[in-house]
C-alpha cells in the first residue's frame, strides 16, 4: 500500500508529485517558503489545490482532475499530523488526550483509554497520564502529542518540524523516540535539521519555490548533493554549470576543476562540490598543479567550531583563527579562495 500525491496550486508556484512506500519515511528539506508547509497542509485536507489527485493505499484522498471533484474532509484521511507545538487540549488530561483519536473512531471510552495508556508507555510517558498539559515541559508535552497521533493508527503520520520548539536536552530524547516508532511506519517529516534527516529519513526530497530541485536516499543526497540548499545542510560548496574538458564551466564564466566517475559527459548540466575545509585563502593569487584559484570578494567572518568561517558570497572556506588574524581579513576585501583539483567532486545535476 503506497501513499502517491500530484499537486498543483498556481497562486503559489507549487507543483509538487511524490509517492511513498508502505514502510519509508521521507524528508522533506528546503528553505523558508519553499512549500514545505504547504505540503502537508495539502496532504491533510487543510488545503485545496487547485487541480491533482492523492491516493493513500486504495483511498482517494482527493481528486480534482477535470470534471472531478472529490474531496475527502481531514478526519476520515487516516493522516495524523505533529505540529512545532504540542497543540494539546488544555482541559483534558494526557491520558484522555491520547483517547482522543481513538474515541473520536468510536471505540468505548474503556478501550480508547486503554490504547492511550499503551501509546504512552510506548513514549515513555506513562507517568505524564494524570497531568494536564500546563503541568508538562515543552519535552514532555511533544512525546504525549506523538502519542495522540499514534493512537489515532494513521496510515500517514506527518510532521512538521517537531523538535523546532524544543531546547537542546529534550530534543535528543525525542529524536530517539521518534527514530523508534517511525519504524515500520509510513511518515513525512519536514526539518531544517540535517541530524533529523540523518536519523529519520529513509530519503530526502528538497524543495525550493514550489517544486523539488532534488530527491534521492538520505546519505546520497548529503554526500552528492547537487543543488544549493542541500550542499549548504551538508557543509559543502556547490558550484553548478556545464562540464567541459577542463572542468565545470559556470554561465558567468568561472571553471572549477574537479574529478567525476564518468557518470557525467562533456556538455551536460553538473556540479562541482567541495568543502570549505579543503579550501584555502590567500591575498595574492597562487598557482600549482592542478588548483583552482577564484578571485572573491570577502562578505562576512563568522566562529565555526574552532575554526572561522569565511564567506565570499556563495562560496565559504574554513581557516585557523590564526591564519585570519594572519591575513588580516575583514569583510568587503579582495581575496582568492583555492582548493586542489583532486578535493572536488564533479556530479550530474
Given at each position: 500500500?503506497?501513499f502517491q500525491l500530484?499537486?498543483?496550486?498556481?497562486?503559489?508556484g507549487?507543483?509538487?508529485?511524490?509517492?511513498l512506500?508502505?514502510?519509508?519515511?521521507?524528508?522533506?528539506?528546503g528553505?523558508?517558503?519553499?512549500?514545505k508547509s504547504t505540503?502537508?497542509s495539502?496532504?491533510?485536507?487543510?488545503?485545496?489545490p487547485?487541480?491533482?489527485k492523492?491516493m493513500?493505499?486504495?483511498?482517494?484522498?482527493f481528486?480534482?482532475a477535470?470534471?472531478?471533484h472529490?474531496?475527502?474532509?481531514?478526519?476520515?484521511?487516516?493522516t495524523?499530523?505533529?505540529?512545532?507545538?504540542?497543540?494539546l487540549?488544555p482541559?483534558?488530561?494526557a491520558l484522555?488526550?491520547?483517547?482522543?483519536?481513538?474515541?473520536?473512531a468510536?471505540?468505548s471510552?474503556?478501550?480508547?483509554?486503554?490504547?492511550a495508556?499503551r501509546w504512552?508507555?510506548e513514549v515513555?510517558?506513562?507517568?505524564l497520564?494524570?497531568r494536564r498539559?500546563?503541568?508538562?515541559?515543552?519535552?514532555?508535552?511533544?512525546?504525549?502529542?506523538?502519542?495522540?497521533?499514534?493512537?489515532?493508527?494513521?496510515d500517514?503520520?506527518?510532521?512538521d518540524?517537531?523538535?523546532?520548539?524544543?531546547d537542546i536536552?529534550?530534543?535528543?530524547?525525542?529524536r530517539?523516540l521518534?527514530k523508534r516508532?517511525?519504524?515500520?511506519r509510513r511518515?513525512?517529516?519536514?526539518?531544517h535539521?540535517?541530524?533529523?534527516?540523518?536519523?529519520?529519513?529513509?530519503?530526502?526530497i528538497v524543495l525550493?519555490?514550489?517544486?523539488?530541485?532534488?530527491?534521492?536516499p538520505?546519505?546520497?543526497v548529503?554526500?552528492?548533493?547537487?543543488?544549493?540548499?542541500?550542499?549548504?545542510?551538508?557543509?559543502?560548496n556547490?558550484v553548478a554549470?556545464?562540464l567541459?574538458?577542463?572542468g565545470?564551466t559556470?554561465?558567468?564564466?568561472?571553471?572549477?576543476a574537479?574529478h567525476?566517475?564518468?557518470?557525467?559527459?562533456?556538455?551536460?548540466?553538473?556540479?562541482?562540490?567541495?568543502?570549505p575545509?579543503?579550501?584555502s585563502?590567500f591575498?595574492?593569487?597562487?598557482?600549482g598543479s592542478p588548483r583552482n584559484?577564484?578571485?572573491?570578494t570577502?562578505?562576512?567572518l563568522e566562529p565555526?567550531g574552532d575554526?572561522?568561517?569565511?564567506?565570499?558570497?556563495?562560496l565559504?572556506?574554513d581557516?585557523?583563527?590564526?591564519?585570519?588574524?594572519d591575513?588580516g581579513?575583514?569583510p568587503?576585501?579582495?581575496?582568492?579562495f583555492?582548493?586542489?583539483?583532486?578535493a572536488?567532486a564533479?556530479h550530474?545535476?
Open positions: 500500500m503506497t500530484d499537486a498543483v496550486l498556481a497562486a503559489r507549487f507543483e509538487v508529485s511524490l509517492s512506500g508502505p514502510a519509508e519515511t521521507i524528508a522533506i528539506l528553505p523558508n517558503g519553499a512549500g505540503l502537508l495539502v496532504i491533510s485536507g487543510l488545503l485545496r487547485d487541480s491533482g492523492a493513500l493505499g486504495g483511498r482517494v484522498l481528486d480534482l477535470a470534471g472531478r472529490l474531496w475527502s474532509a481531514p478526519h476520515t484521511r487516516g495524523a499530523l505533529l505540529a512545532q507545538e504540542a497543540l487540549f482541559h483534558l488530561s484522555d488526550n491520547v483517547a482522543f483519536g481513538p474515541r473520536s468510536g471505540a471510552s474503556t478501550a480508547a483509554r486503554a490504547t495508556m504512552l508507555t515513555d510517558a506513562a507517568d497520564a494524570p498539559p500546563a503541568q508538562l515541559s515543552g519535552g514532555q508535552a511533544q512525546r504525549v502529542a506523538v502519542a495522540r497521533a499514534l493512537a489515532a493508527d494513521p500517514l503520520l506527518l510532521l518540524e517537531p523538535m523546532a520548539a524544543l536536552h529534550a530534543a535528543p530524547l525525542l530517539r521518534l516508532v517511525l519504524a515500520g511518515a513525512i517529516i519536514i526539518t535539521d540535517i541530524l533529523d534527516a540523518l536519523m529519520l529519513a529513509d530519503r530526502v525550493e519555490e514550489g517544486r523539488i530541485s532534488e530527491s534521492g538520505t546519505r546520497e548529503l554526500e552528492k548533493p547537487r543543488s544549493r540548499f542541500a550542499a549548504g545542510l551538508a557543509g559543502l556547490l554549470g556545464t567541459g574538458s577542463a565545470i559556470t554561465p558567468q564564466g568561472m571553471v572549477v574537479g567525476h566517475d564518468g557518470s557525467i559527459e562533456p556538455g551536460q548540466d553538473g556540479v562541482a562540490v567541495f568543502p575545509s579543503a579550501v585563502v591575498l595574492s593569487e597562487e598557482h584559484s577564484f578571485r572573491v570577502l562578505t562576512d565555526h575554526q572561522i568561517r569565511v564567506h565570499a558570497g556563495g565559504f572556506a581557516i585557523t583563527p590564526a591564519a585570519s588574524a591575513l581579513l575583514v568587503g576585501m579582495p581575496a582568492y583555492v582548493v586542489k583539483a583532486a572536488v564533479i550530474p545535476a
